[in-house]
C-alpha cells in the first residue's frame, strides 16, 4: 500500500484491515504496522551516513541558524509530498525568515531542514542491491 500524505485517521483505519488480512493469511508486502510506524522523511534519519546534515525542528530560531551553518539548505514540511511547499532557501535570502515562518506555522509544525546538495539537477538515484 502506498499512501500520498497526510497520513490521518482513515490511513489508520485502513492499516488495520490490512493487519487484519494478514492475520487471515493474506500475503502483505509492506507490513500495515511498519507502514503505521514509518514516516517517509523521518526513516532517513536511521541513515545519516547516506543523508546531507539534516534538523527535523519546530524551532524557528534553529532553522535559521540551520540556514546560517550551511548557507543553503532545502525546508521540507513532514507530511507534504510530490515537491509541494518545499523552499531552497539560503542566508542572503531576503525571505528565508518568512519561508521558516510559514512552514513552520510560526513555529508550531515540525519541518526537515536539509544541507542543499548542488549535484540534485543530476537526478536522483536509489540503488537496491546489496
Not at 12 to 20: E, I, P, S
Not at 22 to 44: F, H, R, V, Y
Not at 100 to 120: C, H, K
Request: charged share 25%; hydrophobic share 40%; proline share 6%.
Amino acid at each position: 500500500m502506498r499512501k500520498d500524505p497526510p497520513v490521518d485517521l482513515e490511513y489508520g483505519y485502513v492499516t488495520l484491515l490490512l493487519a487484519l488480512a494478514e492475520q487471515a493469511g493474506l500475503w502483505i508486502i509492506n507490513s500495515p504496522q511498519a507502514l503505521l510506524k514509518t514516516n517517509e522523511k523521518l526513516a532517513i534519519l536511521s541513515f545519516p551516513d547516506l543523508a546531507p546534515p539534516t534538523l527535523v525542528t519546530r524551532s524557528m530560531g534553529q532553522l535559521l541558524e540551520f540556514i546560517d551553518l550551511h548557507g543553503r539548505v532545502v525546508l521540507k514540511p513532514l507530511d507534504g509530498m510530490g515537491g509541494s511547499r518545499i523552499f531552497v532557501t539560503s542566508t542572503d535570502d531576503l525571505n528565508r525568515h518568512v519561508i521558516v515562518e510559514t512552514l513552520t506555522d510560526e513555529g508550531n509544525r515540525s519541518v526537515m531542514a536539509q544541507r542543499f546538495i548542488p549535484e540534485i539537477r543530476e537526478g536522483n538515484k536509489r540503488s537496491c542491491s546489496s
